[in-house]
């Protein structure tokens, strides 16, 4: 068991430094630039974040989360740190920053529409990755307690 709480927490600290980044210096780095500018770099960034050694510690965390809760019997600090994991993340990522990302792919950052999405992008994506900062940074805590 002492493996998989390793796995879970470091795959949930990799991912709570990955978000903070993203909530305390790409997003407000972004903030700065021009829409269209910015717009088209966080396509880029959606497109190029989606690869196996990004994919290992974003399916990992929620994996080995949710295994060692169940195989150590559901104790309260795992238990709580993969709930965090699976619904403060996972969940908050399938339901909210994948579907933004998705509609700012299919905009063209180019035209006035474009550019107000961003606008909203740029508000609501970046709230809700602090949520997801904060979940994992829970769960990673709750782990090195536990």
Same mark, same amino acid.
């Given at each position: 068991m002492i493996a998989l709480t390793v796995v879970a927490e470091s795959t949930t600290a990799i991912l709570t430094g990955l978000f903070f980044t993203f909530s305390a210096v790409v997003m407000p780095a972004l903030a700065k630039r021009p829409a269209q500018e910015a717009a088209e770099v966080m396509r880029q960034v959606n497109r190029t974040i989606v690869n196996p050694l990004f994919l290992l510690a974003f399916l990992g965390a929620p994996i080995s989360s949710a295994v060692l809760a169940v195989l150590e019997g559901f104790p309260?600090?795992?238990?709580? /740190?993969?709930?965090?994991?699976?619904?403060?993340?996972? /969940?908050?990522?399938?339901?909210?920053?994948?579907?933004?990302?998705?509609?700012?792919? /299919?905009?063209?950052?180019?035209?006035? /529409? %474009?550019?107000?999405?961003?606008?909203?992008?740029?508000?609501?994506?970046?709230?809700?990755?602090?949520?997801?900062?904060? #979940?994992?940074? %829970? #769960?990673?805590?709750?782990?090195?307690?536990?």
């Open positions: 309260l600090l795992p238990t709580i /740190a993969a709930v965090l994991v699976v619904g403060g993340m996972l /969940a908050v990522t399938a339901i909210v920053n994948v579907p933004m990302n998705n509609a700012l792919d /299919a905009a063209d950052p180019a035209t006035p /529409a %474009g550019q107000e999405l961003w606008r909203g992008f740029l508000r609501r994506w970046t709230g809700w990755n602090h949520l997801r900062t904060i #979940a994992c940074l %829970g #769960a990673t805590v709750l782990y090195a307690l536990a």
